[in-house]
């Protein structure tokens, strides 16, 4: 595949929102995610309400939300709402109910903060150390679930509160637990729930993967680990396919996938550079998996194939994409994606073949996400843009300035709910309105 500079993709049809009625029933009184339906292939949805976790509801970057703007004003969607004094850090915001949660670097303490929905502060409680080696800033998101808040700092102290008043419930240091190492730029792992389990990713002698009991922290089950791969930067997704339910990572070398009942290693597959940074999630749909590194294997889809012993990971195709603090997006056949150093701009990739379909250059490298046909994106220069996806292409619909200051790393993750955009630069938070 070669970059094509193509703007236009043969008509397609656009599904229509209907995604909530495709997400899988889940039985109140079991203590995994379990869909009833054993057919049922695809991402397993949180079952609680709002936008509980890193990249929404699915972990995959899509909102089933309609009813919103198709093109913004020339000075963007108006302004709800801005606040700061959040410190420094990349992680985005989640919201459940009538709360925010946040994470900030402030001084030399990592902070969890609460605010309301209109942006005032209920509640903030320390987990542990700042980070103050390279790049300085918290990390990973928070996640919510059932009444619950966990969160991993730079240093693997993984905290679970009490989300209306931020008591700590219980803390454990993963790194010591299961013998790992800090890596380079510092653990920024968003930590996923399943059930009553949190799941984490400690890249340890003693367990490359883990699932910890909700109550009390105690281990359930692990992963052994690869050899000498750490940790990475990467987060987990979880899915059904072939009757499975199934998580997938990242180490510092290698895409996995492990049994999420179990924790029984499924498949690997190569995945390396030179600065051991897999940092953008895997994607999954229709049997198929997507792995991307910088420097290094760059963007490879794998049809994963049932055996005896877990699946067979086999190479379907090779894109020239090097993402880094981005993840894709997978909506409707069609992959979306930015590079970092190849190609610094927004691509369309069709998800069975990897070819490019469709390409813009207004916004850079960046995370978006997907709603009411249209993309959102936050770029690494503070650039906020959407696209608006039709069959004509990827159509510019609106861009402006975030943040004036020249910089390059406004990685922060856009988050929607109830037509609401949230937008995070270090200190600050953004509350736009992109209803119609």
Same mark, same amino acid.
């Given at each position: 595949?070669?970059?094509?500079?193509?703007?236009?993709?043969?008509?397609?049809?656009?599904? $229509?929102?209907?995604?909530?009625?495709?997400?899988?029933?889940?039985?109140?009184?079991?203590? @995994?995610?379990? $869909?009833?339906?054993?057919?049922?292939?695809?991402?397993?949805?949180?079952?609680?309400?709002?936008?509980?976790?890193?990249?929404?509801?699915?972990?995959?970057?899509?909102?089933?939300?309609?009813?919103?703007?198709?093109?913004?004003?020339?000075?963007?969607? !108006?302004?709800?709402?801005?606040?700061?004094?959040?410190?420094?850090?990349?992680?985005?915001?989640?919201?459940?109910?009538?709360?925010?949660?946040?994470?900030?670097?402030?001084?030399?303490?990592?902070?969890?903060?609460?605010?309301?929905?209109?942006?005032?502060?209920?509640?903030?409680?320390?987990?542990?150390?700042? #980070?103050?080696?390279?790049? !300085?800033?918290?990390?990973?998101?928070? +996640?919510?679930?059932?009444?619950?808040?966990?969160?991993? =700092?730079?240093?693997?102290?993984?905290?679970?509160?009490?989300?209306?008043?931020?008591?700590?419930?219980?803390? @454990?240091?993963?790194?010591?637990?299961?013998?790992?190492?800090?890596?380079?730029?510092?653990?920024?792992?968003?930590?996923? @729930?399943?059930?009553?389990? +949190?799941?984490?990713?400690?890249?340890?002698?003693? /367990?490359?993967?883990?699932?910890?009991? %909700?109550?009390?922290?105690?281990?359930?089950?692990?992963?052994?680990?690869?050899?000498?791969?750490?940790? %990475?930067?990467?987060? !987990?997704?979880?899915?059904?396919?072939?009757?499975?339910?199934?998580? &997938?990572?990242?180490?510092?070398?290698?895409?996995?996938? @492990?049994?999420?009942?179990?924790?029984?290693?499924?498949?690997?597959?190569?995945?390396?550079?030179?600065?051991?940074?897999?940092?953008?999630?895997?994607?999954?749909?229709?049997?198929?998996?997507?792995?991307? %590194? !910088?420097? /290094?294997?760059?963007?490879?889809?794998?049809?994963?194939?049932?055996?005896?012993?877990?699946?067979?990971?086999?190479?379907? #195709?090779?894109?020239?994409?090097?993402? +880094?603090?981005?993840?894709?997006?997978?909506?409707?056949?069609?992959?979306?994606?930015?590079?970092?150093?190849? &190609?610094?701009?927004?691509?369309?990739?069709?998800?069975?073949?990897?070819?490019?379909?469709?390409?813009?250059?207004?916004?850079?490298?960046?995370? &978006?996400?997907?709603?009411? /046909?249209?993309?959102?994106?936050?770029?690494?220069?503070?650039?906020?843009?959407?696209?608006?996806?039709?069959? =004509? /292409?990827?159509?510019?619909?609106?861009?402006?300035?975030?943040?004036?200051?020249?910089?390059?790393?406004?990685?922060?993750?856009? +988050?929607?709910?109830?037509?609401?955009?949230?937008?995070?630069?270090?200190?600050?938070?953004?509350?736009?309105?992109?209803?119609?």
């Amino acid at each position: 595949m070669t970059f094509s500079k193509r703007g236009t993709w043969p008509l397609r049809s656009i599904r $229509p929102m209907i995604l909530v009625a495709m997400i899988p029933i889940f039985c109140a009184s079991a203590d @995994v995610q379990e $869909p009833t339906n054993a057919s049922f292939d695809g991402m397993i949805a949180s079952p609680e309400p709002g936008w509980p976790q890193w990249r929404g509801v699915r972990r995959d970057g899509i909102s089933d939300e309609t009813g919103l703007l198709d093109q913004w004003p020339d000075d963007g969607p !108006p302004l709800r709402w801005q606040i700061e004094g959040l410190g420094t850090g990349w992680s985005s915001p989640i919201v459940v109910g009538q709360r925010i949660y946040i994470t900030g670097d402030v001084g030399e303490d990592l902070m969890i903060f609460a605010y309301d929905l209109e942006g005032q502060l209920q509640w903030q409680v320390r987990n542990g150390q700042a #980070w103050r080696g390279p790049y !300085p800033g918290s990390r990973a998101t928070c +996640v919510y679930a059932d009444g619950r808040l966990y969160h991993l =700092n730079a240093h693997g102290r993984l905290v679970c509160l009490a989300a209306d008043t931020g008591q700590e419930l219980w803390a @454990v240091n993963v790194l010591e637990r299961f013998d790992g190492r800090n890596i380079t730029w510092a653990l920024s792992e968003c930590l996923l @729930v399943d059930g009553d389990r +949190v799941i984490v990713t400690p890249g340890g002698r003693r /367990g490359l993967m883990a699932a910890l009991r %909700t109550e009390d922290g105690q281990t359930i089950w692990t992963t052994p680990s690869l050899g000498d791969d750490d940790a %990475t930067y990467s987060s !987990p997704i979880l899915f059904q396919h072939a009757g499975r339910r199934i998580i &997938a990572n990242c180490s510092s070398a290698h895409g996995f996938g @492990v049994d999420a009942d179990s924790g029984q290693l499924l498949w690997t597959v190569p995945l390396s550079n030179r600065f051991a940074t897999n940092v953008s999630a895997p994607v999954y749909g229709q049997g198929q998996m997507y792995y991307v %590194t !910088p420097y /290094g294997e760059e963007g490879r889809a794998y049809r994963l194939v049932p055996t005896a012993a877990g699946f067979d990971a086999q190479l379907v #195709w090779e894109a020239p994409m090097d993402t +880094v603090t981005g993840c894709a997006v997978l909506w409707d056949g069609i992959m979306y994606v930015s590079g970092y150093r190849k &190609a610094k701009w927004w691509f369309a990739l069709d998800w069975q073949t990897g070819e490019t379909v469709a390409e813009r250059e207004e916004l850079t490298t960046g995370a &978006a996400i997907y709603a009411d /046909g249209c993309l959102m994106v936050l770029d690494e220069r503070g650039a906020a843009g959407m696209f608006r996806i039709d069959g =004509n /292409g990827l159509q510019p619909a609106g861009r402006f300035v975030l943040v004036d200051d020249r910089i390059r790393d406004a990685w922060a993750h856009p +988050v929607l709910l109830d037509g609401r955009l949230y937008l995070r630069y270090h200190d600050r938070l953004w509350c736009f309105d992109v209803r119609r």
